[in-house]
């Protein structure tokens, strides 16, 4: 996919780029602070793309309507492969930028008219998940039950009898977000 720079995205792109290394700006028309943070993504988009110059692959620098295309993403499962909920359960507000690579996200909770910032943020977020996925992928032992959430109290039922891997974790947290699928796919 040839995604020029700062294109508006339909619900079909948007599911290419991320699968991609991406940084997506996800608005609403009707929005107040998307129409004057809108022209400044724009205006920010080559200095984006510029630092990516000499990546192995490409950074694709996009912004969707989110408005109008988060209930067909919904249908089409957008995200769902990466992120428990899909794309549409991480976008709560608008303007949102939102990171892509090696199929993880991650929402950009900095300052979005500082373009250092961004591109900082998105190249950690890149180094991570290419860091991680090597982690994630070394062989172990096939003796794991199903993964379970457990409250407090059935916490000690799941520990009492002997080593234990447990993950505690906080919903809002891009990082668990990303490491949630993975530990359950390995529970299987």
């Known amino acids: 996919m040839n995604v020029p720079l700062a294109t508006s995205l339909k619900s079909s792109a948007l599911a290419e780029c991320v699968d991609r290394s991406s940084i997506v700006l996800f608005y609403a028309p009707w929005c107040g602070a998307c129409k004057d943070y809108k022209p400044k993504f724009d205006a920010m988009a ?22 109008k295309w988060r209930e067909q993403s919904e249908k089409d499962g957008i995200g769902n492969n990466m992120v428990k909920g899909g794309v549409s359960t991480h976008i709560k507000e608008y303007p949102t930028i939102a990171f892509f690579h090696n199929k993880n996200m991650s929402v950009f909770n900095d300052n979005i008219e500082a373009p250092s910032k961004i591109i900082d943020a998105f190249k950690q977020f890149r180094n991570e998940m290419n860091s991680s996925e090597e982690l994630l992928s070394m062989d172990a032992p096939h003796t794991f ?6 409250n407090p109290e059935e916490f000690n039922t799941y520990t009492k009898n002997g080593p ?9 947290c891009g990082f668990c977000k990303r490491i949630m699928g993975v530990l359950d796919e390995s529970a299987m």
């Open 46 to 67: 080559p200095e984006l793309k510029e630092a990516f110059q000499g990546s192995p692959e490409p950074v694709y620098i996009t912004k969707i309507n989110w408005d």
């Open 145 to 150: 039950q199903a993964a379970k959430e457990v």
């Open 164 to 172: 234990t891997f447990a993950m505690v974790y906080a919903p809002w």
